[in-house]
């Protein structure tokens, strides 16, 4: 065997070991370390034409009833409102510096909104109670962090199911090792798990910390303990100028073979510095962007609309504040993560009066799509004429 056939094969057996369920989408090369490899994936096809959405929090038919519910509530024409899920804002800190980190996490720091207490017993009881009697089944943790940094994580999740609700995690994975994965499956968790880039080096140097493999790891676990069979396993990947290619050729394929959902959006300009803005697509590339994807996808047998203001892969525009709320550390409940609308505090009024309030009813009237991202515009006049600053470098 010449010494490049010998080299593979050593590499090939240490995938093979030491992460036996990605194996087939994985490769090791001496200059860039381990990588998603989508190469062996040609003439793959999906079971099924429709791609997989992710259990609790995906919007499907059943959050589009939702809407239509709340908006008749608003209107007078409902007596109840119904929520898919709520997000708990939680005040932790991160074990990583993401490039463009829309928690400010890269810049050692918490959003000032996202400073305060966890949530008290009390506070967890009286918001999963709410949620539960409508009709939600799940929160989810959208925290300034990473919520494995808090020793109270684990507590939390069993606190959220023990109210009969399940929990939603967005995690980068480094912290967690089999036994946890193993914890967070019998709890029912959905795991959403985050990279930056599909090449180990390229990850490293956008999170600023050695966590690819370590992430490849936990999401290798999660698949030992059947989380993608039970549709409660995604990969999030923020799709920036340089690493579009690798999403469409490594990424989405390797997540479709595998049966993970793959949770690729659009990278968000919040609070993101001029140079890190610079890695946004522009709307004309974000069009393109969404295109091949769609014929990526397309090829595997897989088919979704793209419609005008969509910045998730197979995903409606963002209409969150329809179904959904967000608790903040000083109790606050807003209209979603990005903190735009204040309803009211949870720890001055009960969170039934808040919701059931003219405030709550007046902001699902009044809803309109937020410029947070770049999004899919069908052709240049479809791009709205009014835009935060922020969003300047995406014409
Ligand atoms: C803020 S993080 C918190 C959880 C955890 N630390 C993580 O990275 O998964 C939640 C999600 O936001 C994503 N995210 C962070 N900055 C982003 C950006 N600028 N654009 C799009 N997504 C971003 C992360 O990749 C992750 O999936
Ligand atoms: S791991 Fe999550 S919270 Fe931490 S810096 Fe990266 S995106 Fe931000």
Request: glycine share 6%; with cysteine.
């Amino acid at each position: 065997m010449h010494l490049k056939e010998q080299i593979q094969s050593r590499h090939r057996d240490e995938i093979a070991e030491r992460f036996p369920n990605l194996t087939p989408v994985l490769r090791i090369d001496s200059d860039n370390g381990l990588a998603l490899d989508g190469s062996s994936t040609a003439g793959w096809q999906a079971a099924q034409p429709r791609p997989k959405m992710l259990q609790d929090y995906s919007a499907t038919a059943a959050t589009q009833a939702l809407i239509e519910n709340n908006l008749a509530w608003a209107n007078g024409e409902a007596e109840k409102l119904g929520f898919a899920f709520a997000y708990f804002m939680l005040p932790t800190v991160c074990n990583q510096r993401c490039f463009g980190c829309f928690m400010g996490q890269d810049k050692h720091r918490l959003p000032p909104q996202l400073v305060g207490a966890f949530p008290s017993p009390m506070e967890i009881s009286e918001v999963c109670g709410f949620l539960r009697d409508h009709g939600a089944k799940a929160v989810v943790y959208g925290g300034g962090g990473e919520l494995f940094t808090w020793k109270g994580a684990f507590d939390f999740v069993e606190a959220v199911r023990s109210h009969g609700l399940r929990t939603v995690i967005f995690t980068n994975g480094t912290l967690l090792n089999r036994e946890d994965v193993n914890r967070l499956n019998a709890l029912d968790a959905t795991l959403i798990i985050s990279l930056r880039d599909s090449v180990e080096t390229l990850h490293n140097a956008a999170v600023g910390r050695n966590g690819f493999v370590a992430s490849i790891q936990t999401i290798d676990y999660a698949i030992e303990a059947g989380f993608h069979s039970s549709d409660r396993l995604a990969v999030e990947i923020p799709v920036t100028r340089s690493n579009e290619q690798r999403v469409l050729s490594d990424f989405l394929p390797a997540m479709r073979v595998m049966g993970i959902v793959p949770l690729i959006e659009e990278y968000i300009l919040l609070s993101t510095s001029p140079e890190e803005q610079l890695r946004c697509h522009s709307f004309r590339e974000s069009r393109a962007f969404f295109r091949k994807l769609r014929q990526k996808d397309e090829s595997f047998g897989i088919s979704w609309q793209v419609k005008f203001g969509q910045r998730i892969i197979a995903q409606p525009q963002c209409q969150r504040p329809l179904y959904s709320f967000a608790v903040f550390p000083n109790g606050d409940i807003m209209d979603c993560p990005s903190h735009s609308v204040r309803y009211g505090n949870i720890k001055q009024q009960r969170l039934r009066d808040i919701i059931y309030s003219p405030k709550f009813k007046s902001a699902l009237k009044n809803f309109s799509v937020c410029a947070c991202s770049v999004f899919f515009t069908e052709c240049d006049s479809d791009i709205p004429q009014e835009l935060p600053e922020r969003l300047g470098c995406t014409i």
